[in-house]
């Protein structure tokens, strides 16, 4: 099982941009990422996916201002949210997987609230 410390979420007004980082205990060359976002009240949300190839897919609510990443010599994958909007607002966690098989556990989460 591969421990993520999720961190670069806060508070930010609509229109601006965080970077959100997943640093993972070990390797983690051979798992497709996700980023998950869970807001008050609502099922959690797969927003973002990163092969080991690179390979990305995204969410229709996130595509053209989320871009998800990986450097798998630092072991951390970063997602990088622009445009930000309101209902961005939630709490983000990582995950990795190889095909639906999880091998991480839910970590505490970054917390990213958009608001003017």
């Known amino acids: 099982q591969v421990q993520f410390v999720e961190s670069g979420g806060g508070l930010v007004q609509p229109g601006g941009s965080l970077r959100l980082s997943c640093a993972a205990s070990g390797t983690i060359f051979i798992y497709t990422m996700d980023w998950y976002r869970q807001a008050p009240g609502k099922q959690r949300e797969l927003v973002a996916s990163i092969t080991s190839g690179g390979s990305t897919n995204y969410a229709d609510s996130v595509k053209g201002r989320f871009t998800i990443s990986r450097d798998n010599a630092k072991n951390t994958v970063y997602l990088q949210m622009n445009s930000l909007k309101p209902e961005d607002t939630a709490d983000y966690y990582c995950?990795?997987?190889?095909?639906?098989?999880?091998?991480?556990?839910w970590g505490h989460g970054t917390q990213v609230t958009v608001s003017s």
């Open positions: 995950n990795a997987r190889r095909g639906s098989i999880s091998f991480s556990s």
